[in-house]
């Protein structure tokens, strides 16, 4: 039976990085923000963005993300009413990926609002990374070419570091990146060890 590892972690942290590194060791990863991306630009979805925020965020047939991310980063509701649109349908992806993976012990799913969500009670165990706020926002501005009330308005519309951890099963505390990959591998054997337990 394939284990399902929830890896989470907010905007910035370095998840991205790890959930690399757990591909890098052989493990089966499912991006899921990758995914909703692609998602997002299927007929079903954009029929509903457009039912629920208006064609004035469509330029033809592409969404215009920025705008959208915009407008839900700033408005809880408006967040809630695009995350029940997008999360039914990545988790449906998921289970389609699921099965082409039976044959894996352990798959890691990828996602920043893993809790946000209410996803975390489908998976086995879960990691969460974490990084000092400072790191998180120039990482995040760095690679966005953002600003920084921009990207604290995207960590202030995520779970804490503190809420994630207290419910986490490990941490990977993602300051220096050759210790983060270290803890990895570190989780990764304990998760084969209770694979091959159980």
């Known amino acids: 039976m394939t284990k399902i590892i929830g890896l989470t972690g907010g905007i910035g942290s370095g998840k991205t ?6 591909q890098s060791l052989g493990i089966a990863v499912y991006i899921a923000d990758d995914e ?26 592409i969404l215009k993300r920025d705008r959208l991310a915009e407008i839900v980063f700033n408005d809880p509701e408006k967040l809630q009413l695009l995350n029940s649109i997008v999360h039914p349908a990545v988790k449906r ?4 990926w699921l099965l082409e993976h039976k044959e894996c012990s352990i798959v890691i799913y990828e996602a920043a609002i893993l809790f946000e969500s209410g ?7 879960i990691i969460s990374v974490t990084a000092p706020l400072e790191s998180r926002i120039q990482r995040v501005i760095e690679r966005d ?11 202030n519309s995520q779970w804490t570091d503190e809420q994630r951890v207290s419910k986490s099963d490990y941490v990977i505390l993602n300051i220096d990146s050759k210790i983060a990959k270290k803890k ?3 989780i990764l054997k304990i998760l084969r060890i209770k694979q091959n337990d159980s």
Do not use: C
């Open 36 to 61: 909703a991306r692609k998602i997002m630009q299927t007929a079903e979805v954009v029929d509903a963005i457009k039912e629920t925020f208006g064609v004035a965020l469509f330029e033809g047939a």
């Open 93 to 96: 992806h998921f289970k389609q």
């Open 17 to 22: 990085m790890i959930a690399n590194h757990f």
């Open 184 to 186: 990895t591998e570190e």
């Open 119 to 125: 996803n975390y009670k489908d998976f086995d165990s």
């Open 145 to 155: 070419k953002t600003t920084r009330d921009q990207v604290l308005g995207r960590i």
